[in-house]
């Protein structure tokens, strides 16, 4: 059974940095693309950021480039996402998901764990 546990969310204040972790497993973690998404309270999915399944690509969207990073480590089964410079407009529950690499629906995602951005 695949499962993806995410953990680090918070509420932080506009400026502010958090890092969210993803615990993987049920399936070969390092042979799959990864990718994190959000959903802001009445909005749709929205593709965040994805690496490869070897860590050497990554893409994000426009709205968090040169804010966020992602990141993995195949031997923890683990993906991850800093987060810094964070906006109000960032407030949403964060899923990870697997997903091909330069695809922005996942197959998979976790349960999600919510970020708020306010003062």
């Known amino acids: 059974e695949v499962r993806l546990v995410e953990s680090g969310g918070g509420l932080v204040q506009p400026g502010g940095s958090l890092r969210l972790s993803c615990a993987a497993s049920?399936?070969?973690?390092?042979?799959?693309?990864m990718m994190w998404v959000r959903q802001a309270p009445g909005k749709g999915l929205e593709f965040i950021s994805g690496i490869n399944n070897i860590g050497r690509s990554t893409r994000y969207a426009d709205s968090v480039k040169g804010r966020f990073t992602i990141s993995r480590d195949n031997a923890k089964n683990t993906l991850y996402l800093q987060m810094t410079n964070l906006k109000p407009e960032d407030t949403a529950v964060y899923f990870c998901a697997r997903g091909p690499y330069g695809t922005v629906v996942p197959v998979t995602r976790g349960q999600g764990t919510q970020v708020t951005v306010s003062s």
């Open positions: 049920g399936f070969t973690f390092s042979a799959n693309g």
